[in-house]
């Protein structure tokens, strides 16, 4: 089967298409050990991709191996253990193995997906919205509180501003373009502020001194520290991630002076210690699909012979929304 890999753990220029055999047996994350097969019609490519591609991600695999860690499309196989039937529609995060005509999914991480979303919707939909759905939870948003979203074109802050828009939140989106901008206001964002002006400033403004009730943060770097600034008191910041690429830290007197909350996430680790804890954050996201409040941003759609591309898009930070890869042309 035709599958994009990364050859060597140097980077997205080390990715290409290639000729590979087809997976045998159960993904080695399957939480029940069960296989599930799927024909891959879409694929959807994020940032712990691009690490991958260079050994820095957690959830790594040695070279070569098929990168691509989202995926829609219909099961081919599956054990009954899985929950799932031959023929379903579904989508889900694979880790990798996703950039092919056959992955193995892991069943604790998939999802049925509605008819009337499309498979590119559904390659889009997994790891965003359920990180989304996740922080947002985990941050307890109430409604018609506001909202900080950093880097909110990308595929987490576009997923963000979609659900903050269904449970009622107030949004304020940072962003470093026009481009940037048209997105997240189409994705429901009240206000936007630039990442590259006194955004800071501008969202004192806009909360009459106040500061926002939570900021959700995919971005960490130079801009953590500002993040903090911007919360009102008892404010909640919830970390999410990196892709600003450093790791910040934080004067812990901050949060005493003002009452703040520091809220990781990690699905995984949850998992271990609450067993079945990533099944329901699974169910919460096929329950957002399948009523139709919610609708993925996709930047931008390339075949699959163009799927080093993907990556390379991310490295260089002008991806907008999720970029999907097209396997199995429509």
């Given at each position: 089967m035709r599958a994009v890999v990364v050859g060597t753990l140097t980077g997205p220029d080390a990715a290409s298409l290639s000729v590979v055999p087809e997976p045998v047996g159960a993904h080695a994350g399957a939480s029940d050990g069960g296989r599930l097969?799927?024909?891959?019609?879409?694929?959807?490519?994020?940032?712990?991709?691009?690490?991958?591609?260079?050994?820095?991600?957690?959830?790594?695999?040695?070279?070569?191996?098929?990168?691509?860690?989202?995926?829609?499309g219909i099961v081919r196989d599956a054990d009954p253990t899985t929950g799932f039937a031959v023929g379903e529609r579904v989508a889900g995060l694979v880790h990798y193995g996703g950039m092919a005509e056959l992955a193995?999914?892991?069943?604790?991480?998939?999802?049925?997906?509605?008819?009337h979303m499309s498979f590119a919707q559904g390659a889009a939909l997994y790891l965003n919205y359920a990180t989304a759905w996740f922080a947002i939870r985990r941050a307890q948003v109430a409604v018609g509180e506001v909202v900080l979203v950093q880097g909110a074109a990308g595929g987490v802050g576009t997923a963000a501003l979609d659900v903050l828009r269904s449970v009622g939140a107030r949004t304020i989106a940072v962003?470093?373009?026009?481009?940037?901008?048209?997105?997240?206001?189409?994705?429901?964002?009240?206000?936007?502020?630039?990442s590259s002006g006194p955004w800071l400033e501008e969202v004192r403004e806009l909360t009459d001194g106040h500061g926002v009730n939570v900021v959700l943060d995919p971005v960490g770097g130079d801009r953590f520290t500002d993040s903090l600034r911007a919360l009102d008191l008892c404010g909640r910041l919830v970390v999410i991630g990196f892709t600003g690429r450093s790791i910040p830290t934080v004067k812990v007197n901050r949060l005493l002076l003002r009452n703040l909350s520091l809220i990781?996430?990690?699905?995984?680790?949850?998992?271990?210690?609450?067993?079945?804890?990533?099944?329901?954050?699974?169910?919460?996201?096929?329950?957002l699909a399948a009523t139709g409040d919610i609708d993925p941003l996709i930047g931008l759609r390339l075949p699959l012979e163009r799927g080093p591309e993907a990556l390379r898009l991310l490295d260089r930070r002008e991806a907008i929304g999720k970029i999907v890869v097209d396997v199995k042309p429509s």
């Open positions: 097969l799927v024909e891959v019609h879409c694929a959807g490519v994020s940032f712990p991709d691009l690490l991958q591609s260079r050994g820095e991600y957690q959830l790594a695999t040695a070279p070569p191996y098929v990168t691509g860690g989202e995926i829609a193995l999914a892991m069943p604790q991480y998939t999802v049925r997906l509605p008819e962003v470093s373009s026009d481009d940037k901008e048209r997105a997240a206001r189409t994705m429901g964002a009240e206000h936007v502020v630039r990781g996430i990690g699905m995984e680790p949850l998992d271990r210690r609450f067993p079945g804890a990533i099944r329901k954050i699974s169910d919460e996201v096929e329950e």
